[in-house]
């Protein structure tokens, strides 16, 4: 963006025009952001945007302008200007969130993940609705088998009680379930 446009969306913004707020904006937000993102803390990226910071000072920027408090030469200087004050209103923001996460500290007996033991009831309508598909899908001479799986024991573990091999064991399951997903198409 040249001087000239510069120094005229400058004009229009003292003399009221809310559309060259938004010419304006949109002609350093990238350079502003880019500013932003290059001295953002690391520890405070989690936090709050580029964006964030831009916008705020931006809007703190437009008064003045409005006021025609600041008097600028060309757009050099309207861009180190909008500059210093991101940067402030960065380091402002930056000290505040970091100095809010050192004070953090995690929940005393919580693991990693929050999940509750027990499935929810609509996982418990969806099981019991497949365990029973599965029931009606296998002949009654398997149901022992399926039910010993369900209770957690190996195809070896099976094959001891009921007197056959752990492979005769998988094929069955292997069949039950083929059975049962064909059903469900």
């Known amino acids: 963006m040249t001087d000239d446009s510069i120094e005229t969306l400058v004009d229009r913004l003292r003399a009221g025009d809310e559309a060259a707020a938004g010419e304006l904006y949109r002609a350093f937000e990238p350079f502003l952001r880019g500013l932003v993102r290059r001295r953002l803390p690391s520890q405070a990226r989690a936090r709050f ?99 010993m799986r369900r209770d957690g024991l190996s195809c070896e573990e099976i094959g001891e009680r009921m007197g056959l091999h752990p492979g005769s064991i998988r094929r069955i399951l292997r069949q039950l379930a083929r059975r049962v997903a064909f059903d469900a198409d």
């Open 49 to 147: 945007d580029s964006v964030d910071v831009v916008q705020s000072a931006w809007a703190s920027l437009l008064d003045g302008l409005r006021e025609d408090r600041w008097k600028f030469t060309d757009a050099a200087h309207v861009r180190a200007f909008l500059a210093r004050v991101v940067l402030c209103r960065l380091y402002d923001r930056g000290r505040t969130v970091l100095l809010q996460a050192a004070r953090e500290e995690p929940l005393a007996g919580v693991g990693p993940t929050l999940a509750a033991p027990d499935p929810r009831p609509s996982e418990q309508v969806r099981a019991t609705a497949a365990w029973e598909a599965l029931l009606a899908a296998c002949p009654p001479e398997y149901q022992p088998i399926v039910r």
